[in-house]
């Protein structure tokens, strides 16, 4: 498994590099969902940006002649490489003028390799993308293709789950495309909530902050946490934001006609510190990483944990044997609990995923090939491979066997406003400063105020009206 999200604040900072190389303007990247985004959007609206980006149109008709186009993506197991392959071989043998020119780069070495291509001027022709801010400034460096109209072709916009779509569109416009996404919850051990007297996992928070009492009662560690990491933290304060903002909030506090000091974001930490007094974590979880959280939870020292999509398969790795078998049989998943007081809607999420943007000099073909691969049925098949998952084109779900990531998938699809991670979404002076700062809540050394305040101050410098 990879959290392949964990590298992107560090990829944020390759694009801040990028705008600066380029003479774009410093404003942070625009938000992937604009009021006048599909209703599928979501998550920031791009009122940061105060004007259209400068991205390349797509181009309107196909090449003549021989076609290269290259091709980078970061999928480096296997299985994922040679069903790419595949895709591609496939495509090209229906187009014989067509020649796709795979490079298969590990995440670091992406990031590395991207910005030196980018601060050129030369960006590849399909690339991988997190979308969100990133991807706004590529836009407004004029790096990458406009696809809007290019998608509206055959309705190919509307076979794309809305949700994860938004993290791709600024402004109204999308410059790229999800080809897995999913969300955020917790995952939990029914057998460990059973010892606990516990019959239904919590729907609120307060069930949730009871629902910790009694597993501690029962002697049984209530969730895992890799905090050393700080990422898995960051999961809890933003969430809460989410639940107790919604998306205006962000949008405010993202736009500066707000604060990251304001009410919501105060409150979510107020929260989470709730939480945190019950002392509810593995001990050691400040010096504890993500490898060892997975090992809690996959071999039955901890009830529950949140985490991604991912978790299912990184757990499962984790576990040998008996405890493999244990932890298969008794897994369960819940969304992040309603809060008291919330202006979110129930069904706004926090995720994020993979996906492509086409470069600024990349031929019509590209964007052929991009819609070849987020076909129903190629996306089904990668599903079933354990590959695209939770997939992010429309009936692929079926390809899925596992019933929980079906149901994340769902819920993931139906978001109205669908969140990404702050600290892969805000530029890397703020994104990283959340991860700090809710890190030193989790360890009693701040407060929920200081907490806010700190990423406001951060916000002030860094987000330009």
Known sequence: ?????????????????????????????AAPAAPAAPAATTAPAAAAATEAPKATEAPAAASTGAVKITWWHI??????????????????????????????????????KLATNMQSGNPPDIFQSWGGG???????????????????????????????????????????????????????RKDMFKKAGIAEPPATWNDLLVDVKKLKDAKITPIALGEKDKWPGHFYWVYAAVRLGGKAAFDAA?????????APFVKAGEEIKKLIDLQPFQEGFLGAAYGDHIAAMAN?????????????????????????????????????????????????????????????????????????????????QMAKAGIAVPPTVKGAEAGLDNPLLKEIQKRAGAAKYFQLYYDQYLPPAVGSLVNDETQKLFAGTTTPEKLAAAIEDAAATELKP
């Not at 992107?8 to 590099?17: K, N």
């Not at 790795?317 to 309603?338: C, E, H, M, R, V």
């Open 1 to 29: 498994m990879n959290r392949k999200f964990k590298i992107s604040t560090a990829s944020i900072a390759v694009a801040a590099t990028i705008l600066a190389a380029c003479a774009t303007p410093p404003a942070p990247g």
């Open 75 to 112: 999928n480096t197991q296997d299985n994922g490489k040679k069903a790419f392959q595949a895709v591609a071989d496939e495509f090209m043998k229906a187009h014989p003028n067509v020649k796709i020119e795979i490079t298969v780069i590990e995440n670091e070495a992406f990031k590395a």
């Open 134 to 188: 990133v991807l706004g400034q590529y836009a407004k460096a004029g790096l990458v293709q406009d696809l809007t109209d290019a998608f509206k072709v055959d309705n190919f916009a509307d076979t794309i789950q809305p949700g994860p779509l938004g993290l791709y569109t600024i402004n109204g416009k999308i410059y790229g495309v999800p080809w897995n996404a999913g969300m955020i919850g917790f995952w939990y």
């Open 254 to 262: 993202y736009s500066r006609q707000g604060k990251f000091s304001d």
């Open 300 to 380: 039955g020292k901890a009830a529950m944990e949140l985490m991604g999509h991912w978790a299912y398969g990184a757990d499962s790795g984790s576990a040998k044997d008996q405890a493999l078998k244990d932890y298969q049989d008794n897994i369960g998943w819940f969304p992040f609990p309603t809060m008291d007081g919330m202006v979110g809607d129930p069904g706004d999420a926090l995720g994020g995923g993979d996906g492509f943007a086409i470069g600024k000099n990349a031929p019509p073909e590209a964007i052929d090939f991009v819609k070849f691969f987020l076909s129903k049925e190629h996306q089904t």
